[in-house]
């Protein structure tokens, strides 16, 4: 049952907002990782980015997972939803296709049946 933004309740509204960041800073994290930090290490032989990244990487992730199990409870985020928007965390701009992909379906992140 989709969440009308207008008349959801406040904490349903928070959380999606909250996804919104959680995800944005996930996949920032992740392509900063990958196509900066990474490449660096391996062509030019500086270990210092990966090493810093790294964590802050990791800590972005474990939060994007938290927060992505907090919106699915408090939107009603069908299960197909929360695996796909957990499988696009992998992949680099995955997090940020998958929030236009939910902008475009005009749903603001609310449950539809696209992910």
């Given at each position: 049952?989709p969440?009308?933004?207008?008349t959801?309740?406040?904490?349903?509204?928070?959380?999606?907002?909250?996804?919104?960041?959680?995800?944005?800073l996930?996949?920032?994290?992740?392509?900063l990782?990958?196509?900066?930090?990474?490449?660096?290490?391996?062509?030019?032989?500086?270990?210092?980015?990966?090493?810093?990244?790294?964590?802050?990487?990791?800590?972005?992730?474990?939060?994007?997972v938290?927060?992505?199990?907090?919106?699915?409870?408090?939107c009603?985020?069908p299960?197909?939803?929360?695996?796909?928007?957990?499988?696009?965390?992998?992949?680099?701009?995955?997090?940020?296709i998958?929030?236009?992909?939910?902008?475009?379906?005009?749903?603001?992140?609310?449950h539809?049946?696209r992910?």
């Amino acid at each position: 049952m989709p969440i009308d933004p207008d008349t959801a309740p406040q904490g349903a509204q928070r959380s999606a907002r909250l996804f919104h960041h959680a995800a944005l800073l996930e996949g920032s994290t992740l392509v900063l990782l990958v196509v900066v930090a990474v490449p660096l290490k391996y062509l030019l032989g500086e270990p210092g980015f990966v090493k810093a990244l790294g964590p802050i990487h990791g800590m972005a992730f474990l939060v994007y997972v938290w927060v992505l199990m907090q919106s699915s409870s408090a939107c009603a985020w069908p299960r197909k939803r929360l695996l796909l928007l957990l499988l696009a965390a992998f992949i680099p701009f995955g997090t940020v296709i998958a929030l236009t992909r939910m902008q475009l379906a005009g749903n603001g992140g609310r449950h539809q049946d696209r992910a």
